[in-house]
Structure formats: structure tokens, C-alpha cells
């Protein structure tokens, strides 16, 4: 879309700094299974800084400058969420408040994608509802189905981190062609 060969450039960002991490696992996932066309791009969000008005005055921070940046340039977004306490991780609701500040808001308009993991059965659904909340207001245009909620995530990945899970991969393989085919009807 970006570039002249017609590539959708993503980029994608897990709300997990884990090694081990299922969500950062689903995310790698993705980029092996994107569609014709369709590059991932994991953007890491461990050296973004707690969020602080005061120092966002004196300029943003070169980490959420970066992620900025990098959400501006891509032509959508993959996010993958742990759940944490029925919502998402602090560390993924700082990066989305760094990157949400004046001027030029990044998230205005973008196609976005969510999916997570959880070992428990609802596969972090409520933290996804949360995340969609936060993108009304932000004004961040969700992909509504399918909902990719990989539940008992233990049995889906194996030790080294590969999702084996078919239905799993699946169900990512259909997020991303409908990521694909939202973002070519958004831009007309
Ligand atoms: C969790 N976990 C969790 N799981 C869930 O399904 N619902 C929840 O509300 C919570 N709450 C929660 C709070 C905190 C502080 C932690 C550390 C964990 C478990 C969580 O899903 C599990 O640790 C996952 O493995 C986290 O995702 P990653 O790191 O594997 O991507």
C-alpha cells in the first residue's frame, strides 16, 4: 500500500516484555503467516518509559518518539494483549498513552488488528475489550472479526515457543486477510 510493489507494511507490538511470552510467540506467529503482500514488523515496547506529562513537555522520549513514528508510517497495526487483571498489561496502555499525545496523533484513522493469548479459557477477551475502548477514543479503526482469542495457551504453543495449534493459526490467518482487506477499503 505504502510502498510502489502495493507491500502492506504492519507493525505489530505485544503487550508482554516476557521472554517466554505466548503473546510475543502469537506475534511471531503472524509474521509467519501474513498473506501474500503483507509484511510484520515487531516494534519492542521494554525501553519505553513510564509515562510522565512533565517529561512528554520537554519533548517525547527517543523510545516513544520511535514508536510514533513507526505507528505513523505504518499503513496498519497488529496489537497482541496479554490480560492482566481483566484488562491489558500496564505496559501496553503506557505505550498506546505515550504515543497518543499532541500533536498529530498517530492512531487517528489506522486500520489496527488485536488478537491474545492467556492460559486461562477466555483467551484474554476482556483485556480486547478494553483495548477497543481505549481506540474509540483515539479514533484507531478495529478490525471487528474474527476475534482471535487463544485460550489454555500452554496447549497451543510448544517449548520453543511455535504456535502449533491449528485452529489458532487459523484464525490469525483470517485476522490478517481481513486486516488486509480493511485497509484497502479504508484508503479507497
Ligand atoms: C495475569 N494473568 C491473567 N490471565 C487471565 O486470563 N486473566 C487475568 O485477568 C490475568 N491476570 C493477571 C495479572 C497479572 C499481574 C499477571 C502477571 C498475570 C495470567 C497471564 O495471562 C499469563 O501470565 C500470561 O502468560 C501473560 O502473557 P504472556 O506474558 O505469556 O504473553
Known amino acids: 500500500m505504502s510502498s510502489s510493489q502495493g507491500t502492506l507494511n504492519v507493525l505489530g507490538f ?19 503467516l501474513a498473506p501474500p503482500g503483507m509484511t510484520i514488523e515487531i ?3 521494554a ?10 513537555l520537554q519533548g517525547f522520549p527517543p523510545p516513544a518518539e520511535q514508536f510514533r513514528a513507526r505507528i505513523k508510517a505504518a499503513d496498519a497495526l497488529l496489537i ?4 492482566y487483571n481483566h484488562s491489558m498489561p ?10 497518543s499525545r499532541p500533536p498529530d496523533q498517530p492512531f487517528n484513522g489506522k486500520p489496527i488488528a488485536i488478537m491474545g493469548a492467556s492460559p486461562g479459557v477466555l ?13 474509540v477514543f483515539l479514533n484507531g479503526l478495529l478490525v471487528n472479526q474474527p476475534e482471535v482469542l487463544i485460550g489454555n ?36
Open 14 to 32: 505485544a503487550g508482554s516484555l516476557r521472554k517466554a511470552s505466548y503473546n510475543k510467540a502469537a506475534l511471531r506467529a503472524a509474521q509467519e
Open 43 to 45: 516494534f519492542d515496547l
Open 47 to 56: 525501553p519505553i518509559p513510564l509515562y510522565n506529562d512533565d517529561v512528554r
Open 80 to 83: 497482541v494483549t496479554p490480560e
Open 90 to 99: 500496564g505496559v501496553l496502555k503506557n505505550a498506546i498513552d505515550w504515543a
Open 123 to 135: 483467551g484474554s477477551v476482556r483485556a480486547q475489550m478494553h483495548l477497543r475502548m481505549c481506540f
Open 153 to 188: 495457551a500452554p496447549s497451543r504453543f510448544d517449548a520453543d515457543g511455535r504456535l502449533t495449534d491449528e485452529t489458532s493459526r487459523e484464525l490469525i490467518r483470517k485476522l490478517l486477510d481481513a486486516l488486509a482487506a480493511w485497509t484497502k477499503r479504508l484508503r479507497g
